[in-house]
């Protein structure tokens, strides 16, 4: 199952309304995505989530705005000079929580639970930014490109046992409730961060055009804390759903 936390801390430092509102417009996208995929666990509806074009096209469009939100959000926190220690605090919450997931789902799908979803892809895609590229500026657009198309070019069967699942180098997708692997995805996150850079270069003024809607940009504010608590009441009232309804 898909979803995205992204740091909203280094979300307050972004005066752009607007790119709280695509963010908050993934949320809501998101949180639809995941009460459909609980009706069809409790039998209210019945489709297939896991080949169907239908919900994966879905998948890739959700966690493409998030993770193309999360390197242009990079971006303004470098611009900005936020002190390094925010980043890794905000780092360490997203990796304890990623660790949340897995339990969460290790109880609810013993035989596919999340081991490297969306958390633990943008905890990764993070380290490695901020470590090797994030200097690059934007010039990572070039490198984006490379790194969407590297499972294609050079996925080989020797990633596809679960230690080396996290590259996305691999020929077979892993049995998981949620995968989003270093590759392809960080790919996003610097077309992200570039477009960021682009936009630093004239002081973002084409991001003062974006509407600020509320209440999504609200929600855009607190993805993290949204995505770790939508599937709990989430599954919780459709249980509730399902027991009055077999009553």
């Not at 509102?21 to 998101?30: F, K």
């Not at 390094?84 to 605090?89: E, G, L």
């Not at 969306?118 to 070039?142: D, T």
């Not at 929600?219 to 399902?242: E, N």
């Amino acid at each position: 199952m898909p979803g995205c936390g992204v740091a909203e801390a280094t979300q307050r430092t972004s005066r752009y309304g607007g790119v709280d509102t695509l963010r908050g417009l993934a949320i809501v996208w998101m949180m639809s995505f995941h009460f459909s995929f609980d009706l069809n666990w409790f039998g209210f509806i019945h489709t297939d989530f896991y080949t169907s074009p239908w919900w994966l096209d879905q998948r890739i469009a959700i966690v493409s705005l998030f993770v193309f939100t999360v390197g242009l959000t990079q971006t303004f926190t470098d611009v900005s000079g936020r002190p390094a220690r925010h980043f890794w605090k905000r780092w360490a919450q997203i990796v304890g929580a990623s660790l949340l997931v897995t339990a969460g789902s290790y109880a609810a799908f013993p035989q596919s639970f999340i081991y490297f979803g969306i958390l633990q892809g943008i905890a990764a895609m993070l380290l490695l930014h901020r470590l090797v590229f994030r200097h690059a500026r934007a010039w990572v657009l070039l490198l984006a490109p490379i790194a969407i198309a590297a499972p294609q070019l050079w996925g080989h069967a020797f990633f596809n046992p679960p230690m080396w699942n996290w590259t996305g180098l691999i020929t077979q997708k892993p049995i998981t409730e949620d995968y989003a692997p270093l590759l392809p995805w960080i790919g996003v996150l610097w077309i992200g961060a570039g477009v960021g850079w682009l936009l630093a270069r004239v002081q973002f003024r084409p991001l003062r055009h974006l509407p600020d809607i509320r209440p999504l940009s609200f929600l855009g504010r607190w993805p993290l804390t949204i995505y770790l608590l939508h599937q709990p009441v989430f599954v919780g009232l459709v249980w509730l759903a399902a027991h009055f309804r077999g009553a």
